[in-house]
C-alpha cells in the first residue's frame, strides 16, 4: 500500500486556512484521492479538549512555556490517534496547522526558546514532517479586520485577543520559516480574490506534490 501524504496549511488569524483546507480537500477527492481533513490543535475527542484548555482565557495565567506544552500534548494524541494511522492506511491528510504553528505562535510571537521547541518536535514527531506546507500570508491589518468581521459578536479566545505587534512577530516568524524551508512551505498570497488564491493553491500542489488537480 502506497503511504498517504501530509499537507498542512498556515497563517495568522483571518488568512483563510479552513476555506483553503475544504478546497483543497474536495479537488483532491475529484481526483479520486482519499482525503481526511483534520485541525491542531485538536483533530480527536480528547485533543479537542486540550485545545479548549488552551483557547479559554479563563482566570488563571497560562506560560508561554505550558501553551507550549499543551500544544504537543494535544499533537501527539492527534497523531497516534488520528494521522498516522490515516497516512498508512494511504489516505492523504489536510490538517490547518501543524508545529509550523508552534513556532510561529509560541516562538515567534511568544518569545518561547526555538531550541525548546525543535526539541519537543523531534520528540513528539521527529520522523515526520508535512510533505507540503501551504503558508497563506497577508497583511496583519487585514487578516485581524477579517478575522473580526467572522468572529461577530463571539468572544475572542487565547489568541484572537492579542493585539496587532503580536501577529506582526508571528507573520515575521512564518515568513522566515518559509525562507528557510523553501521547498517544503509554499508562500500563498492570501491578500488576493479568493479565485486567484485557489489558483495559486492548484499550481502549487501539483509542483509540490506531482499531482493532477482538477481546475
Given at each position: 500500500m502506497?503511504?498517504g501524504?501530509?499537507?498542512?496549511?498556515?497563517?495568522?488569524?483571518?488568512?483563510?486556512?479552513?476555506?483553503v483546507?475544504?478546497?483543497?480537500?474536495?479537488?483532491?477527492?475529484a481526483?479520486?484521492?482519499?482525503?481526511?481533513?483534520?485541525?491542531?490543535?485538536?483533530g480527536?475527542?480528547?485533543?479537542?479538549r486540550v485545545?479548549?484548555?488552551?483557547?479559554?482565557?479563563?482566570?488563571?495565567?497560562m506560560?508561554?512555556?505550558?501553551?507550549?506544552?499543551?500544544?504537543?500534548a494535544?499533537?501527539?494524541?492527534?497523531l497516534?490517534?488520528?494521522?498516522?494511522?490515516?497516512?498508512?492506511?494511504?489516505?492523504?491528510?489536510?490538517?490547518?496547522?501543524?508545529?509550523d504553528?508552534?513556532?510561529?505562535?509560541?516562538?515567534?510571537?511568544r518569545?518561547?526558546?526555538?531550541q525548546?521547541?525543535?526539541?519537543l518536535?523531534r520528540?513528539?514527531?521527529?520522523?515526520?514532517?508535512?510533505?507540503?506546507?501551504?503558508?497563506?500570508?497577508?497583511?496583519?491589518?487585514v487578516?485581524?479586520e477579517?478575522?473580526?468581521?467572522?468572529?461577530?459578536d463571539?468572544?475572542?479566545?487565547?489568541f484572537?485577543?492579542?493585539?496587532?505587534?503580536?501577529?506582526?512577530?508571528?507573520?515575521?516568524?512564518?515568513l522566515?520559516?518559509?525562507?528557510?524551508?523553501?521547498?517544503?512551505?509554499?508562500?500563498?498570497?492570501?491578500?488576493?480574490?479568493?479565485?486567484?488564491?485557489?489558483?495559486?493553491?492548484?499550481?502549487?500542489?501539483?509542483?509540490?506534490?506531482?499531482?493532477?488537480?482538477?481546475?
Amino acid at each position: 500500500m502506497t503511504a498517504g501524504r501530509f499537507i498542512t496549511l498556515e497563517g495568522i488569524e483571518g488568512a483563510g486556512k479552513s476555506t483553503v483546507a475544504r478546497f483543497v480537500r474536495d479537488r483532491l477527492r475529484a481526483n479520486g484521492v482519499r482525503v481526511l481533513m483534520t485541525r491542531e490543535p485538536g483533530g480527536t475527542p480528547l485533543a479537542e479538549r486540550v485545545r479548549q484548555i488552551v483557547l479559554d482565557r479563563g482566570d488563571e495565567h497560562m506560560t508561554p512555556q505550558a501553551e507550549t506544552l499543551l500544544m504537543f500534548a494535544a499533537r501527539s494524541v492527534h497523531l497516534d490517534n488520528l494521522i498516522r494511522p490515516a497516512l498508512a492506511r494511504g489516505d492523504w491528510v489536510v490538517c490547518d496547522r501543524f508545529t509550523d504553528a508552534t513556532r510561529a505562535y509560541q516562538g515567534g510571537g511568544r518569545g518561547v526558546s526555538a531550541q525548546w521547541i525543535e526539541h519537543l518536535a523531534r520528540e513528539i514527531h521527529g520522523d515526520l514532517s508535512p510533505d507540503c506546507t501551504l503558508l497563506l500570508d497577508l497583511p496583519v491589518s487585514v487578516g485581524l479586520e477579517r478575522a473580526k468581521v467572522r468572529a461577530g459578536d463571539a468572544a475572542a479566545d487565547r489568541f484572537e485577543s492579542e493585539r496587532e505587534p503580536f501577529f506582526e512577530r508571528v507573520r515575521a516568524a512564518y515568513l522566515g520559516l518559509a525562507q528557510a524551508e523553501p521547498d517544503r512551505i509554499r508562500l500563498i498570497d492570501a491578500g488576493a480574490p479568493l479565485a486567484d488564491v485557489e489558483r495559486q493553491v492548484i499550481s502549487v500542489l501539483k509542483k509540490a506534490l506531482q499531482v493532477t488537480v482538477p481546475e
